[in-house]
């Protein structure tokens, strides 16, 4: 006999799925968005520019794609960006202040959430971050081929910053 999915355990499914199609529904309409003032997810990124004094490692670019208010979720906002991952990449470690889908675009990238082992993530694979988990890095673990992610966040309003450096 086969057990119909209870309806509670859906939206574990339904709700990573539904940032994906968001993700990628924004992604299409990257043509009309305005990219003539300044966007607050760039100025965030500090992550993408800091450098590693021990190991000098290429740096992430990431590039804003969109960020949307939610109507069905006041003072809640969507914000997409391609994070591109040179050969060799890393980002170290940071949190954010919403909750973040990544999904590997192309190549392969190497991440750590705290507590949890190092896990590779290859072309249409994808993870999760909650709201302030320590992220411990991120890393293109290939020193050939580039790697890119989409990553989906849902954060407060004004669309930034996302990213918080973890000190030291």
């Known amino acids: 006999m086969h057990s119909i999915p209870s309806p509670f355990k859906m939206p574990q499914v339904l709700l990573p ?9 924004a992604a299409m309409t990257l043509a009309t968005w305005n990219l003539e003032r300044p966007h607050p997810a760039l100025i ?3 992550h993408a520019t800091h450098s590693n004094p021990a190991a000098a490692r290429p740096q992430t670019q990431i590039k804003p794609l969109s960020c949307q208010p939610l109507s069905d979720m006041p003072g809640k906002v ?6 591109d991952f040179p050969p060799g990449a890393h980002t170290p470690a940071h949190r954010h202040p919403g909750s973040v889908t990544a999904f ?6 190497r991440s750590q959430m705290q507590g949890s082992p190092a896990q590779t993530y290859s072309a249409g694979e ?18 050939t ?14 669309c930034g910053p996302l990213v918080i450096p973890e000190p030291g």
């Open 104 to 109: 590997v675009v192309k190549g392969q990238v």
């Open 17 to 25: 799925l539904g940032l994906l199609a968001a993700a990628l529904l």
């Open 145 to 158: 081929e580039p790697a890119q992610l989409l990553t989906v966040f849902v954060s407060d309003e004004n």
């Open 78 to 83: 969507v914000t997409t960006l391609l994070v």
């Open 126 to 143: 994808t993870w999760y971050e909650a709201k302030g988990e320590l992220h411990s890095f991120a890393e293109n673990p290939s020193s």
């Open 44 to 46: 965030a990124g500090q």
